[in-house]
């Protein structure tokens, strides 16, 4: 069974640097595409952070560009959302999306929050 977690999320202030991480497990991400959202606390829908498309440019929202990168570390498995400057703004539940390609099957992970504390 395919699961996607997520970590890393915790309170910190403005200005400062935080890296989330996504883990699969029963399974390897060679053959997805992963993607990064969020959901504000008003309960909104998710926003798209980041994401690679295969074989194209990677797509970041608006509002993290610049501050905001997603490596992908092949041998864990593992990919990352490294974002810095942050902003109160940027206060949100993140969820990881695990795009399998063949089947076009969707994973969502559980989620981890972030608070930027002005």
């Known amino acids: 069974q395919v699961q996607v977690v997520e970590s890393g999320g915790d309170l910190v202030q403005a200005g400062g640097s935080l890296r989330l991480s996504c883990v699969a497990s029963g399974t390897v991400f060679e053959n997805y595409i992963v993607g990064w959202f969020r959901e504000f606390p008003q309960g909104s829908q998710r926003e798209l952070v980041v994401i690679t498309p295969r074989g194209g440019s990677t797509i970041y929202g608006d509002s993290v560009k610049g501050r905001f990168i997603s490596p992908r570390d092949r041998d864990r498995n593992t990919v990352y959302l490294e974002m810095g400057n942050l902003k109160p703004e940027d206060t949100a539940r993140y969820y990881c999306?695990?795009?399998?390609?063949?089947?076009?099957?969707?994973?969502w992970g559980q989620g981890t929050q972030v608070t930027v504390s002005s």
């Open positions: 999306q695990a795009l399998h390609v063949p089947s076009s099957r969707f994973y």
